[in-house]
């Protein structure tokens, strides 16, 4: 049986991709002010809005950043047996502490993203569970040292342009989202019960009124605000605004895994940013000390794309093109086949 994929019967029109980009600058923006920035009126900006999500075009969610509790980051590849990753990838992918799962190498590797809450989770699944697993024959694990873009810098460079700068002004700061910053905090922040609650709320659904994040999490609407606000303030959650790339015409997605000569690296690192092309960027220790995940139209301009723009980068040493054989989860949101779902007492807003 085939995978289900986006409707083709719904096109993203210009309105579409505006709606985009100003949920970009502001994932909690009302509709009424998308409206009157964008001359439209509030119904047509809900209407579409909703039709790109019951598509499976768009998510807007919460992301915890496990650095802002004291926890690092890891990118994991397994080479499993023959017939046995995609069975693996969507056993990882049900996990809350794996936020990307991707299957590679024509569905014989996994590539996926370790975001665990706590060393303990951490340890068991990297140091027990994945090497004791008999579908793995090789499991090769990176700390990820430096990010250079992702979070709500996905499709950040791809949409510039969509808005003039004064409709972005209307919106919110026009500049990039993803502020450069070490992965892990030195000075961890502690959470509460309440605020606890309030993210699993926003991990459902990162519109939900503030009533409703108020009643998850046992507080006065007054209180959720304010809490909301120190957490976004703290860096401890991003509000992502998460695209299926099909809708934006990137048919081609591949994982750089990129040998870069360490005195370069940052600037590598931090030109990639730059490039619409480029969702994730970061540096990790071992060998491939640069790993960047890339949408690209068709493979022919991934291949132009590698050769022309990042590999005659200063610095860039080696580079493995690995292209993604099927999406399984991205930024915690499951993938079914191009289609982003939701969980199913999500709701649209």
Sequence with gaps: MSSPEIDHSVILEPHDVRILRALQIDPRVGFATVATVLGLSELTVARRYRRMRRAGVLRVIGVVDPGALGQSRWMARLRCRPGSAPAMAEALAQRDDISWVALCAAGSEVTCAVRSRSPEQRDDLLGRRLPRAAAVL????????????????????????????????????????????????????????????????????????LVDLAAAADLTPGRASRRLHTLLSGGVVHIDVEIAPMALGYRARANLWMRVHPGSIKAVGRAMARMPEVGFAAALSGPNNLHAVVHCRDLDELFEFTSDRVGTLPGVEAMEVSPVFRQIKQAGTRVDGDRLTDPPSDRSR
Excluded: C, I
């Design 138 to 209: 090789d499991l090769q694990a990176s700390v990820m040292l430096r990010q250079f873009v992702g979070g709500r810098g996905h499709y950040w460079a791809a949409l510039t342009g969509t808005l003039t700068p004064e409709q972005e002004a209307a919106l919110g700061t026009g500049d990039g989202p993803f502020p450069e910053r070490p992965v892990v905090r030195n000075e961890p922040v502690q959470l509460a019960d309440q605020d606890e609650k309030l993210l699993a709320a926003l991990a459902t659904d990162g519109r939900a009124s």
